[in-house]
């Protein structure tokens, strides 16, 4: 589906996009909800911001309404699943790496 070194994942919106979800996304989509993104239960604010964080390094002028316009509801479940993968496989990897970090939920 994505790759995992580059937490780099194909996803289709508007047009095909790579969702890129490092650490600098984690960190903008928590200053979007205002709390943790670091869960395996996520909601709907919650993955419309990832998606943002993870989508802006292709385009700046992105906002986190924009990204919500993008989604309808036949869409959601991919793009639910895309987003939960990625979020799984970037702290899988600093957990194989011995980082010891995990999603909580």
């Known amino acids: 589906m994505g790759n995992k070194e580059t937490s780099e994942y194909p996803i289709t919106l508007d047009k095909p996009r790579t969702l890129k979800l490092d650490f600098n996304a984690f960190c903008d989509a928590e200053g979007v909800v205002g709390h943790t993104v670091i869960r395996t239960d996520l909601g709907m604010s919650e993955i419309r911001a990832l998606l943002w964080a993870g989508l802006k390094h292709e385009d ?18 991919p793009v639910m699943e895309v987003v939960t993968t990625a979020v799984a496989e970037f702290f899988a990897t600093g957990e194989e790496e011995g980082t010891g970090a995990t999603p909580t939920g």
């Open 60 to 77: 700046r002028t992105l906002t986190v309404a924009k990204v919500g316009e993008m989604i309808s509801g036949k869409d959601l479940q």
